[in-house]
T-cell receptor
Framework: DAKTTQPPSMDCAEGRAANLPCNHS???????VYWYRQIHSQGPQYIIH???NNETNEMASLIITEDRKSSTLILPHATLRDTAVYYC????????????FGSGTKLNVKP | EAGVAQSPRYKIIEKRQSVAFWCNPI?????LYWYQQILGQGPKLLIQ????????DSQLPKDRFSAERLKGVDSTLKIQPAKLEDSAVYLC???????????FGPGTRLLVL
């Protein structure tokens, strides 16, 4: 059911920016892109979401391409505590708010 | 603001036994979700409530799983009888409204022996 494609794992050096890509080539006009992360043994944590425009909050930035077929989550200064599985999710506005989680990207932040 | 609460955090049972999980959503959140997360996979939605009514339970194995949210606040998820393949983390989430951002609890880790 998942409609997104993410690399299974990525490495990032502590203090550097982490750029996590997501492909959602079949996204439709009324579907949002959400990002969550899951630190080991915890529930998923909301990070950010967007529809068309780029978004930024205190945790991250979300860059959505003009054709909306892909997006990138940017953690500007990764720390060891950012090591987690990151999920990119496409949510239809009118589909009962269903979230389809794929397998996500395991981000390993290394000292 | 208190987050989504779940209990117990861990449960070990033998196959064919029954088990129940409890969830208390964020105050004022009308929509409540139960997910199952098998090791190495992303969460999968089991059932979704809007207040005390079921919105979607298409992925709930109804022969053994049941859930209720009688007063539109707390919810319980029950498995009876449990199978080995039910070993997973059961996550509860809530959102302010049907189209709102979902916030997750810490989950209940179930091991069926």
């Amino acid at each position: 059911d998942a409609k997104t494609t993410q690399p299974p794992s990525m490495d990032c050096a502590e203090g550097r920016a982490a750029n996590l890509p997501c492909n959602h080539s079949t996204i439709s006009g009324n579907e949002y892109v959400y990002w969550y992360r899951q630190i080991h043994s915890q529930g998923p944590q909301y990070i950010i979401h967007g529809l068309k425009n780029n978004e930024t909050n205190e945790m991250a930035s979300l860059i959505i391409t003009e054709d909306r077929k892909s997006s990138t989550l940017i953690l500007p200064h990764a720390t060891l505590r950012d090591t987690a599985v990151y999920y990119c999710i496409v949510r239809a506005v009118y589909n009962f708010n269903k979230f389809y989680f794929g397998s996500g990207t395991k981000l390993n932040v290394k000292p | 603001e208190a987050g989504v609460a779940q209990s117990p955090r861990y449960k070990i049972i033998e196959k064919r036994q029954s088990v129940a999980f409890w969830c208390n959503p964020i105050s004022g959140h009308a929509t409540l979700y139960w997910y199952q997360q098998i090791l190495g996979q992303g969460p999968k939605l089991l059932i979704q409530f809007q207040n005390n009514g079921v919105v979607d339970d298409s992925q709930l194995p109804k022969d053994r799983f049941s859930a209720e949210r009688l007063k539109g606040v707390d919810s319980t998820l029950k498995i009876q009888p449990a199978k080995l393949e039910d070993s997973a983390v059961y996550l509860c989430a809530s959102s302010l409204e049907l189209a709102g951002t979902q916030y997750f609890g810490p989950g209940t880790r179930l091991l069926v022996l």
